[in-house]
């Protein structure tokens, strides 16, 4: 598995924001084990939409709006629930 940077960014902002702050931290720690590819953008959820409209692959994501939209474009999904 690997995480984009824009998720990593996203993550980051969210690590200072009050009741995101420990959700956000977890996750960061989670994913500081992976390998990370660079994608820019200010927004994760679109970064990755645009992303797997160009290259295909697999999501690995809780949020229903974004599996719905990668499903829509012939993507697969790994859910966490």
Do not use: C, W
């Not at 009050?18 to 994760?44: R, Y």
């Amino acid at each position: 598995m690997v995480v984009p940077t824009v998720v990593l960014n996203e993550l980051k902002r969210l690590a200072n924001v009050k009741n995101k702050k420990q959700d956000a931290m977890t996750t960061l720690e989670f994913a500081h084990n992976m390998k990370s590819i660079s994608i820019s953008g200010e927004f994760a959820d679109k970064e990755i939409t645009e992303y797997v409209r160009k290259h295909r692959g697999m999501v690995a994501t809780m949020d229903k709006e974004l599996k719905s939209n990668i499903k829509n474009l012939g993507g697969s999904i790994l859910s966490f629930s």
